[in-house]
């Protein structure tokens, strides 16, 4: 499995794109987004406006590792890959998790720069850095967990980004991340309530503030870890089919 | 190797009708068929690739050789954007090498498919050869003793096949097993010592490339006159005969007396002798004389007119 995790993460690092969805353009729409809603407002507001802008567009970028998955599946399945790894002594659990384990690394990495951005730049608290450390990880294995299942179950690439758009920008809006939760109708509200955004956003933003309790804190961090959980068991249910898709 | 019974469906369609073969150790074994015969399911199956069929693989009674074996798929599997170093770094970390060892095979490796002055540049850089010959390297970190060859050299240029052949050549000096599915019958006859014909998911026959000939290539003698004789002088009494190259072909099964009887013949009928060939039987005319020439990818509806099923009901 190290040869795989070694082999995808040298790939990943070298992959401009990827670095130009994870980290370059979350930065731009935070800049953007602070610019646009919180200049001219006082300290106080100023501030509680960067709490929300930040974990928010933190959350909404994290789903876009299911671009790079999607891709990285698809064109190992095209291209021969997963059969001439078939032949190998490397089973296919190790396979799946030795392309998996990179990409949660990846998005940990990116929820990291994106934070010390937010506190470098604009003065983001980080009053509960525990807490937000395991919600970090927990976003990370939720985020590859759907791109997982994602990468499983698609037939193109094309289809894989439709849908990471679906899952990121839709779930970013009806999940309230990029305005407040309040200001949406009542029936986005209810929506909001089962939608993993929503829980990792609200867990990250007080506990940089430091209001997160430790009920909410266990309470946000299951919600991720089954929601991720849950596209891992499909992923795995739905891996078989994709070896025999693979291996002709 | 052996392999007994081999069947593969997918879905209605057979691919793999019970084939049966014993690859001896130490050989270059030619398995040759026209397209969907069922070679590349069958190289899968070798290769632990597909691994649900019917049937049973052993290779000196192990089900489970991988260790011992390297596969070069038809297709390039590399990463495009690594250099050749890293790609069979890859595969041998893979297969176990570490450290100093591993680099040390990979130099070995480099300098054995010929891009030891190349390691450090990117796949993509590469020629179709150069990509071919990297794709076997990456199958043989592990110094595997069978190694199984799905057409390494499709789309490459002379230069690349020749060194592919030396390739070849060379591990199976060292002892190598290697099985080789191609479509070039030029191929079989230059680097493999037997052969198996594989049409329509069955073994149709195998055995020593030179007993194959034998016993199904006939030979022929070209000869090309100055001048054409009238067809009623009775040439057709020394075989069938076929216009070819500007001149005429005669098959039979004693050439040299053909070719005494032929010279006598231009002589007494005052026609001077430009050129007088004995053309050696080559493994395409046993393919063809095996598996016929119709097309195997052509939908056997089209010969109708008809271009569904439903429009034949």
């Keep these: 499995m190290t040869a795989m995790f070694k082999f995808e993460m040298k790939k990943n690092l ?15 729409f935070i800049v953007l987004a602070v610019s646009v809603f919180a200049s001219g407002e006082d300290g106080t507001m100023k501030q509680q406006m960067i709490l929300s802008i930040v974990p928010g567009y933190v959350v909404t970028f994290v789903f876009f590792i299911m671009i790079s998955m999607v891709t990285a599946f698809l064109k190992d399945r095209d291209l021969g890959m997963t059969a001439r790894i078939a032949s190998t002594p490397l089973s296919p659990q190790l396979y799946l998790l030795g392309k998996w384990i990179p990409y949660m690394f990846i998005v940990w990495i990116q929820i990291i720069i994106l934070i010390a951005f937010g506190k470098v730049v604009y003065d983001l608290p980080i009053v509960q850095p525990l807490f937000v450390f395991f919600l970090s990880i927990a976003l990370s294995f939720m985020a590859t967990g759907f791109g997982l299942v994602l990468s499983l179950f698609v037939k193109t690439e094309n289809m894989g980004i439709a849908l990471t758009q679906v899952i990121a920008l839709g779930g970013a809006m009806l999940g ?10 009542d029936i986005i509200q209810k929506i909001a309530h089962l939608l993993p955004q929503y829980y990792a956003h609200q ?19 299951f919600t991720i870890l089954a929601y991720g959980c849950a596209g891992f068991i499909l992923g795995i249910i739905r891996y078989p089919h994709f070896l025999k898709q693979a291996r002709g | 190797m052996t392999l007994s019974h081999v069947k593969k469906s997918y879905g209605k369609h057979v691919a793999l009708r019970g084939v049966e073969l014993m690859i001896p150790s130490g050989s270059c074994y030619g398995l040759v068929g026209p397209n969907g015969a069922g070679k590349s399911t069958l190289l899968k199956i070798l290769a632990s690739v597909i691994q649900d069929y019917e049937g049973k693989v052993d290779l000196n009674g192990k089900g489970d050789f991988k260790d011992i074996m390297g596969y070069v798929p038809q297709e390039i599997c590399l990463e495009q954007t690594f250099s050749a170093f890293n790609n069979l770094s890859f595969f041998g970390r893979i297969y176990g090498l570490k450290g100093k060892r591993l680099k040390r095979r990979v130099q070995e490796v480099l300098e054995e498919v010929g891009l030891a002055d190349r390691s450090q540049d990117k796949v993509k850089d590469f020629s179709g050869g150069m990509k071919r010959r ?18 390494p050299t499709v789309g490459i240029d002379p230069q690349s096949r020749k060194y592919i052949f030396q390739m070849i050549h060379r591990l199976q000096e060292q002892g190598c097993t290697i099985i080789y599915a191609t479509h070039y019958m030029e191929e079989v006859e230059q680097i493999c010592d037997n ?6 998911g069955k073994m149709i026959e195998e055995g020593a490339v030179d007993d ?4 199904y290539a006939v030979p022929s003698v070209f000869v090309k006159a100055s001048k054409p004789l009238p067809e009623s002088m009775g040439m057709d009494t020394f075989g069938e005969i076929v216009d070819y190259n500007g001149g005429l072909l005669v098959k039979t099964d004693n050439p040299l007396l053909v070719m005494k009887s032929i010279s006598t013949f231009y002589q007494s009928n005052h026609t001077e002798v430009e050129r007088l060939e004995l053309v050696q039987p080559k493994l395409e005319d046993v393919f063809f004389s095996l598996t016929g020439s119709t097309l195997r990818d052509v939908n056997p509806l089209a010969k109708t007119g008809y271009t569904s099923k439903k429009e034949v009901i």
């Design chain 1, 176 to 185: 309230g991340l990029w305005m407040p939760l309040d200001l949406l109708p």
């Design chain 1, 203 to 221: 867990a990250l933003q007080d506990a940089l503030n430091g209001t997160l309790t430790y009920k909410a804190f266990f309470q946000g961090l």
């Design chain 1, 14 to 28: 070298q992959d401009r794109g990827l670095l130009f969805w994870m980290i370059i353009l979350p930065i731009a």
């Design chain 2, 212 to 215: 194959l000939l034998q016993k």
């Design chain 2, 195 to 200: 052969v198996a014909f594989i049409d329509q």
């Design chain 2, 134 to 151: 990297l794709n076997i390297g990456c199958a043989l970190m592990h110094r595997p003793s069978l190694i199984i060859m799905d057409e």
